[in-house]
């Protein structure tokens, strides 16, 4: 990821005469593929089914936001109540300090009051946080947060062992990683026409690399350029 935010830049110095050429443009080093999975809705509503079905309703939430803002794990484990209001997430991310407002939808804005509904009911002590085990009553760590989501993905699994992708490849349901609803939610965004302005508000740095290794060909370089110069604006306006 460093090495192409590098070339990136130097493409922009070239562009602009500040350097004769791009020495990062061959760093020499070897590529991989790209370890982002993007998680079909179908699979996202499946796992969330599940966790319901297993009295893990927070497991379940957590997934459906996350499809939806598409953060690091520790930054939705740590989300609370207050930080959804007005219609939107107010987050502040725990890496790089950067505050983001992401818009909610009906549709998880439902999950979301049902899932408040069901804290207020059956919690003792009302915690500040959205996210919260039921084993504890309290904010998940993040350790135990994965052993639980693997045991969900695990039943899961029983149900639907894999899903067809466009390309015609399976993606098997015990590759679907947490952390791959942050390339699902921006890549979705790209999809859905958002302009890269409005995705690098979501996230204006690591969204560079997560939509460019998802979209045609064509439009990587051309895209990773227009996000990283307006990501450039946000950080020097801020």
Same mark, same amino acid.
């Given at each position: ?26 760093? %020499? ?31 379940? *939430? ?74 504890? %009553? ?30 015609? *490849? ?13 390339? *699902?939610?921006? *890549? ?51």
């Amino acid at each position: 990821a460093i090495i192409r935010v590098l070339r990136l830049l130097l493409q922009n110095a070239v562009r602009f005469r500040m350097v004769e050429k791009n020495v990062a443009l061959k760093p %020499g080093l070897e590529g991989s593929a790209p370890s982002g999975r993007l998680w079909p809705f179908e699979a996202v509503l499946l796992l969330v089914e599940v966790a319901d079905k297993m009295g893990r309703q927070s497991i379940g *939430t957590a997934i459906l936001v996350n499809w939806w803002i598409g953060q690091r794990q520790g930054d939705i484990l740590k989300l609370t109540r207050s930080q959804y209001r007005d219609g939107r997430f107010h987050i502040t991310q725990n890496k790089r300090g950067a505050r983001v407002q992401v818009p909610h939808s009906p549709f998880v804005s439902a999950r979301i009051e049902g899932e408040l509904a069901r804290l207020r009911a059956e919690s003792k002590v009302e915690s500040n946080f959205l996210i919260v085990s039921e084993e504890t %009553g309290q904010p998940y760590r993040e350790d135990n947060f994965r052993h639980v989501l693997d045991r969900v993905r695990e039943r899961a699994s029983a149900i639907w062992p894999a899903w067809e992708q466009d390309d015609g *490849t399976w993606l098997a349901t015990p590759d679907l990683l947490f952390m791959h609803l942050r390339h *699902t939610a921006v *890549t979705e965004m790209a999809k859905a026409g958002a302009t890269a302005l409005q995705i690098a508000a979501s996230d204006p740095l690591a969204c560079i690399e997560r939509v460019e290794v998802h979209r045609l060909p064509a439009e990587r370089k051309r895209f990773a350029l227009e996000v990283w110069n307006q990501a450039a604006v946000m950080a020097h306006t801020a």
